[in-house]
């Protein structure tokens, strides 16, 4: 903002006459504008945008993500205002690393980042195409390269996911992974900002895989953590998802639930799947509640029965 904005505990002095005191309220408005418009909240309010940070904003925690993607946001929103100002804006690199377990929401993030990056004119289609080691991997010598090249030229103007990316370093030099690995090096820079490329996967063989690449750290500038998430993130979590379906926990079955959790999530920590895992054991619900209802009822339903999840829905396995 403008070198004239005062530090804010000079704003309380004293104010010694009638003309410096207009000046000093002007400063304060001043500042009270700059104030404004450099709070971390400030979000687009309307368009598409607006729809994209909402989406973001209901997702439960990932509090570092958030922030991430209003840092770009605004590096964003900033150059365009340096390209119309007749100022130099500098292209930056937006290749990633989403490190973090299963279900964490790596997945459900690239594609909202992918539809913030079209929003916002840095990718011409904004689509998004994952794939895994299988997809990029060939079976014979130049198979690899074919296959690579191919996907990256789908994934002009998008963004290309690569998940558990660290596989393909598994066999060593001698491997058709390494083949794939270069290949995207050099598709990323022959292609600069045509796309972006995210790589994803298990915290501790990602950074074992940057380790063992050299030359990747680098091009991938944004590095994300994904944690788990607490138990009660995870009621929560299971709470909106029964809402976007219409149904309801009830207070017996979130207890229940909250008890699973913590079990579960002590006993396979390695395996514990997160928002997946919540989201498939709701689905099982629905479909035991389902059954229940049919067989208790020979009549239709009240609404509310039809969308309470009772704790007897929710079948765990000892
Ligand atoms: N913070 C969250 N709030 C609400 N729902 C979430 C959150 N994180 C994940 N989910 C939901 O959990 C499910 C799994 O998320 P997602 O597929 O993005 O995880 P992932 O990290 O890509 O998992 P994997 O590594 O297994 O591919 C999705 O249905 C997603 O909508
Ligand atoms: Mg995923």
Not at 15 to 42: C, W
Not at 71 to 100: C, D, P, W
Not at 150 to 155: G, N
């Amino acid at each position: 903002m403008s070198g004239r904005v005062m530090p804010k505990n000079q704003r309380s002095n004293p104010i010694p006459s009638r003309q410096i005191s207009i000046v000093l309220r002007n400063t304060e408005s001043q500042m009270a504008e700059a104030d404004h418009q450099t709070s971390p909240k400030r979000t687009p309010q309307e368009g598409p945008l607006s729809e994209i940070f909402k989406e973001l904003n209901q997702m439960v925690g990932l509090e570092n993500v958030k922030e991430l993607v209003h840092e770009i946001y605004a590096l964003l929103q900033v150059s365009q205002y340096r390209t119309e100002a007749g100022l130099l804006s500098n292209s930056h690199v937006y290749h990633m690393i989403f490190k973090g377990n299963p279900g964490t929401g790596k997945t459900t993030v690239a594609r909202i980042i992918a539809r913030m990056f079209h929003a916002m004119g840095v990718l011409s289609k904004g689509h998004f195409i994952e794939v895994e080691r299988a997809d990029l991997v060939g079976e014979y010598i130049g198979h690899t390269a074919l296959k690579t090249r191919e996907l990256m030229k789908k994934a002009m103007g998008g963004i290309l996911f690569i998940d558990e990316a660290y596989s393909l370093a598994r066999g060593g030099d001698k491997d058709f992974g390494k083949e794939a690995i270069d290949c995207l090096v050099k598709g990323m820079e022959d292609r600069k900002n045509d796309f972006i490329l995210i790589l994803a996967g298990y915290s501790e063989e990602m950074e074992q895989f940057l380790a063992t690449n050299p030359g990747l750290p680098s091009r991938f500038p944004i590095q994300v953590d994904f944690e788990d998430y607490s138990i009660e993130q995870l009621i929560q979590i299971s709470e909106i998802m029964a809402k976007d379906r219409e149904y309801v926990l009830l207070t017996q079955t979130l207890a229940k639930l909250k008890q699973h959790l913590a079990e579960e999530k002590t006993a396979s920590w390695r395996a514990f799947s997160n928002a997946r895992y919540v989201r498939n054991l709701l689905e099982k619900a629905i479909r035991h509640q389902a059954v229940r209802l049919l067989s208790q009822y020979t009549v239709t339903p009240a609404k509310q029965e039809l969308m309470s999840i009772r704790p007897e829905d929710l079948k765990l396995k000892k």
